[in-house]
């Protein structure tokens, strides 16, 4: 069992790498590594900044029970980088187009390339695509200062910088698919205290190889940003973690635990063809998609204690698609089984766009979670798979919706009536286009509850008062609401509290709460 050592401050391609006196100082030695590297360590040093890839995806790496394959970061400073972008290099001024010069362009450059420069200013430096597949000629004239657009027939990206300085040696350009790629035959892979940005395509990629199927997947306590390009109103890329199975060799015991995850164009998680995964205590904010999106065949999937802000349309001028805390596939793939017994636990999501909960398949139970701003739809799910055979049980849920379209089929809950649904002691805050409170909504399309045999399911409210205030990262109910006699799920302060006066337990079902005082505590609030 050797364990390996790389440092790109500190280390040298001189040395053996294989303590943490003597670390390489490239990723190289790692690279080549395959096979059986049970009870190995990867140490990558923090301060540490590599613009590589650090790919086992055609070299298949697995660990073994109680002896897993770990990659994790040593020493003192920030998190070791694995940057998918190198500085920008070979851009020339496109006079021809842009006679004043601002205009920069290079040929020959690879579909879904992003581009950032730290001169944008806010915390996004995406330089946004405003168009795609366009001549020259058009693409400048759809583009404004501190934009991007990429010619796909001739292969040319255009960048317009602020000032119209030269991209070359400021800014950055993406090259790499992943910035962290593993394939796994048999598993016992465990990923941590990593800084992952700036991919093409997904940050951190885990997947099944060959014919086995893997388990014992660990991802926890990374961070994960600026995933994805932006090409098109719908992005099927660039999401902070992705960890799939496939039809036949399903992966068990994925653990998903703990992780930063930001700007990403696509979901912060996505994973399928998973038996058992866990994802909890994750904190995301403004990515394209959802906060965890189970995209084909996952059984069995707990999604307990997450915080999500802002998914949105963030870091992409196009039009966003429905972006929501959880959604599920609303189809099976051939060979595999239907996403089933998922359970969403003790969530936060705020201003997650149009639906908070989406769920296409299978039996669902949704316990304890607070959705504030979602703009459409809290609980959806429609058109459920087999809707006969599925049970939805949504109890104890606090959910506000800011809704700006009433015509947009806007649903308090929108269920299928042919399944199973037990809706009990949820409470609802809906305003209507006007900004007014409502309790009831008669548009001509419009209704409150849709797919439900009652008008209002009994024990359900709706408010006519708002119920919470956002006051920065901190989420707590209105000064005087009723709510605050009703039992508070996370309060202290100082340290991170217990969840319901105890342990979470799937089955316990305390009085619909919120959070009690400003300053308290919700699932994985920034401490």
């Not at 059986?36 to 540490?48: E, P």
């Not at 703009?375 to 959806?380: A, C, P, Q, S």
């Not at 799910?381 to 015509?407: L, R």
């Amino acid at each position: 069992m050797t364990d390996y050592y790389v440092d790109s401050v500190n280390g040298s391609e001189s040395n053996d790498g294989l303590t943490v006196n003597s670390p390489k100082a490239t990723l190289t030695q790692i690279n080549a590594l395959s096979g059986d590297l049970s009870g190995v360590t990867i140490y990558l040093g923090k301060g540490s900044t590599w613009r590589d890839q650090l790919n086992f995806g055609n070299n298949a790496v697995y660990g073994s029970a109680g002896s897993r394959l770990k990659i994790t970061s040593y020493g003192d400073g920030e998190k070791p980088i694995l940057n998918g972008s190198d500085l920008c290099a070979g851009f020339v001024a496109d006079t021809t187009t842009d006679s004043l010069g601002r205009l920069y362009k290079k040929t020959g450059v690879t579909s879904g390339q992003n581009i950032f420069y730290t001169g944008m200013g806010g915390a996004d430096k995406r330089v946004p695509m405003v168009a795609w597949n366009t001549n020259a000629a058009t693409t400048f004239a759809t583009m404004s200062e501190g934009t991007a657009s990429y010619d796909a027939v001739n292969n040319v990206i255009y960048v317009w910088l602020p000032s119209g300085v030269s991209p070359n040696g400021v800014a950055e350009i993406t090259n790499r698919t992943n910035a962290l790629k593993i394939a796994t035959t048999n598993g016992h892979v465990d990923v941590s205290g990593i800084h992952a940005t700036k991919a093409r395509d997904d940050n951190i990629s885990i997947a099944t190889i060959a014919t086995s199927s893997p388990t014992d997947i660990l991802v926890h306590d990374n961070t994960s940003d600026y995933a994805g390009f932006d090409d098109s109103a719908v992005d099927t890329s660039g999401d902070g973690i992705i960890v799939n199975g496939d039809s036949i060799n399903r992966m068990t015991s994925l653990y998903v635990y703990n992780n930063d995850i930001s700007y990403c164009m696509n979901n912060a998680v996505e994973f399928s063809y998973v038996t058992g995964a866990v994802v909890y205590y994750n904190r995301s904010h403004d990515c394209g998609g959802n906060l965890c999106e189970l995209w084909a065949d996952c059984v069995n999937t707990k999604i307990y204690r997450n915080w999500a802000k802002d998914h949105n349309t963030k870091g992409r001028l196009f039009t966003a698609f429905n972006e929501a805390f959880a959604w599920t596939a609303p189809t099976a793939s051939s060979g595999g089984t239907l996403t089933d017994g998922t359970k969403v636990i003790g969530n936060v999501g705020i201003n997650m766009r149009v639906r908070s909960i989406r769920h296409n398949q299978g039996s669902l139970d949704c316990y304890n979670n607070v959705f504030i701003g979602c703009e459409n739809r809290g609980l959806d799910c429609q058109n459920i798979d087999s809707p006969a055979s599925q049970t939805i049980n949504f109890k104890n849920n606090v959910m506000g919706i800011n809704d700006t379209d009433f015509g947009a089929f806007p649903r308090a809950i929108y269920l299928d009536a042919a399944a199973t649904n037990n809706l009990d002691n949820n409470l609802y805050y809906i305003q209507n286009p006007a900004g007014d409170n409502v309790k009831y909504y008669n548009g001509t399309s419009s209704i409150l509850w849709a797919g439900y045999s009652a008008a209002e399911p009994n024990s359900n409210e709706v408010s006519i008062s708002p119920f919470a205030d956002e006051q920065g990262e901190d989420l707590s109910l209105s000064t005087g609401h009723a709510m605050l006699g009703a039992g508070a799920i996370y309060w202290g302060s100082g340290s991170r509290p217990q969840a319901w006066n105890g342990e979470l337990f799937d089955t316990q079902s305390p009085d619909v709460g919120a959070y009690q005082l400003p300053g308290a505590f919700y699932p994985g609030k920034y401490e």
